[in-house]
Each structure stands twice: as C-alpha cells, then as structure tokens.
C-alpha cells in the first residue's frame, strides 16, 4: 500500500488538485466534482482537528507487533478492513495499548481507497449534540455523521455516561447502522461495561460488531489478555 503523507494524498493526477474534472457529456464539457474530493475534505478536517500527520505516523506497517496481544490486534483490524460484512469496529483498553494507533491505520486504509473519514471525540460528538438539541441543527448532524463513509468515535464513553449521553449515542449509532457506513469506535471501557451503562446500546454496538470486538486488558505484571 502507498504509504500516506499529506503530498501524495492530497495530490491528485486527475484534477491537477482543483477539486474538478472536466468530463465531456453529448459532446460538451461539463465540470464534475472529482473522485478525490472524500479524501481532500477529509485531511481538511483532519488538519482542522489539530491531527495533521496523523495517518503518516499511525499506519498497519509501523505498528508494534512485540507482544502476542499486539499482534492480535494487528490481525483483527486488517481482518476488518478486508471484510464488508461487518461496519462496526470496537477496540477497547487502556492507554497505550495502541487502540488509536489502529484506529487512524483502518482509517488511513479506507482513505487511501478514496473514502471519506471523519473523526471525533466522543465527548466532541456529546458536545454538538446537546448544543444542537431541539433544533434543525440536531438533524444536521445527525444526518452529517450519518453518512461520512468512514466514523472514528474516539475515547467512547470516557466518563460515566448521563442518560443524555445514552441518548444521543443511541441516535447516532442508529444513524451508523441505517446508512451502513464504517464506524471505528476506540475506548478504554470494554463493551461489557457499556452494557452496564445501558443495555440496549451496548447490545446494539456487539451485534453489529460480531467478532470485530476487541479489549486489552492489563493483567499482573503488564501481561496482557484479549477478550
Ligand atoms: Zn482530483
């Protein structure tokens, strides 16, 4: 795989990087939106989001594989990628893990394939959210979340979730599942306790992730186990 970086992605044979491509239609030019246009906005926000360089750094080919649990992750997450049968990936554990690193590496995957990734925080999302509350602008973003080809929800659930977390995280992964997209979930609470929190969400989150579920969890002495 051509290896990411900000040029070669960004650069585009096509449109000579105008965003447009001239296409002849019943023998007249028409300017249509290039093909690129996915991957351009998502550095866009990538950059705007202060993670510039982030695809570079966070790839399949660089990532630590020293330890058995690194490498079943490794194996988990390009399993992912080569599969369509499943949208919903869950990497769950403590930091340092390398559940982020893998997160940006199956996003990075996806663009490099011309898909379009938006990435926020959990608590970024939960934020918009209840800002847009009882107005249009919740159905905005509803339906923006909804259909970005690729979501990575990072650090799900950091805290305790309110009831109106539970909510707006309902809607949202409602929203992932009609619109079939991607959605990459990275959180330092295994599953099991999000269907503590709230059983139907959780249940809702290991259906459509089948075997893509995954959860490091420290043993004594930094041994660690898969779940
Ligand atoms: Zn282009």
């Avoid at 695809?55 to 390009?78: I, P």
């Avoid at 992730?209 to 660690?224: I, Q, S």
Wanted: net charge neutral; hydrophobic share 35%; glycine share 10%.
């Amino acid at each position: 795989m051509e290896t990411l970086t900000m040029r070669n992605v960004m650069h585009c044979e096509v449109c000579q990087d105008s965003g447009f491509e001239v296409v002849m239609e019943d023998g007249r030019p028409v300017a249509k939106y290039c093909a690129c246009l996915p991957r351009r906005r998502t550095l866009y926000y990538l950059k705007k989001s202060g993670l510039e360089g982030v695809l570079e750094r966070c790839r399949f080919d660089n990532f630590q594989t020293g330890e058995e649990f690194q490498r079943r992750m490794l194996e988990l997450c390009r399993g992912f990628v080569e599969q369509d049968e499943r949208r919903m990936l869950y990497l769950s554990g403590c930091t340092g893990a390398g559940k982020t690193h893998l997160g940006f590496a199956v996003c990075g995957h996806f663009l490099s394939r011309g898909r379009g990734v938006i990435y926020r925080s959990y608590q970024q999302l939960m934020n918009e959210m209840k800002s847009a509350l009882n107005s249009d602008a919740y159905e905005e973003l509803l339906r923006d979340y909804g259909r970005a080809d690729v979501l990575y929800i990072d650090d799900f659930m950091k805290y305790p979730p309110s009831a109106a977390d539970i909510r707006h995280s309902f809607e949202l992964i409602n929203r992932r599942v009609m619109t079939q997209g991607v959605t990459v979930i990275t959180s330092e609470q295994p599953l099991d306790a999000v269907i503590g929190y709230d059983e139907a969400l959780g249940g809702r989150i290991r259906q459509q992730c089948g075997e893509f579920a995954l959860y490091v969890a420290p043993g004594p002495g930094r041994n660690w186990r898969l779940k």
